[in-house]
Nanobody, 124 residues
Framework: QVQLVESGGGLVQAGGSLRLSCTASGRTSRTYTMGWFRQAPGKEREFVAWCSWAGGSTYYADSVKGRFTISRDNAKNTIYLQMNSLKPEDTAVYYC?????????????????WGQGTQLTVSS
């Protein structure tokens, strides 16, 4: 089992920046690829970003490409999502997730472990 805890959410003005963190505990000796998802009120959960176990490969949803950066520090069992040029439409609960598969995937059902989520609100 792996437990994931997100932090860093909050209220920010449009155009601002924020960094989310997700710290893993439990069976972190296994290699996992990691993803960030988000869910806005009344909408389905959507993929945001993915990174490989070593962090050398990343992938982003078109809606955040060029604005968000996913990274990880395996020594700290932590992944990050740096969010710049934030827009009101980025408002959502953000979740980190861990996948046992080494392949990149945007499908939520292919992630085995999830955090509880952290709220980001971007005001206009």
């Amino acid at each position: 089992q792996v437990q994931l805890v997100e932090s860093g959410g909050g209220l920010v003005q449009a155009g601002g920046s924020l960094r989310l963190s997700c710290t893993a505990s439990g069976r972190t000796s296994r290699t996992y690829t990691m993803g960030w998802f988000r869910q806005a009120p009344g909408k389905e959960r959507e993929f945001v970003a993915w990174c490989s176990w070593a962090g050398g490969s990343t992938y982003y949803a078109d809606s955040v490409k060029g604005r968000f950066t996913i990274s990880r520090d395996n020594a700290k069992n932590t992944i990050y999502l740096q969010m710049n040029s934030l827009k009101p439409e980025d408002t959502a609960v953000y979740y980190c997730a861990a996948s046992r598969s080494p392949q990149m995937t945007i499908k939520a059902e292919e992630y085995a472990y999830w955090g509880q989520g952290t709220q980001l609100t971007v005001s206009s």
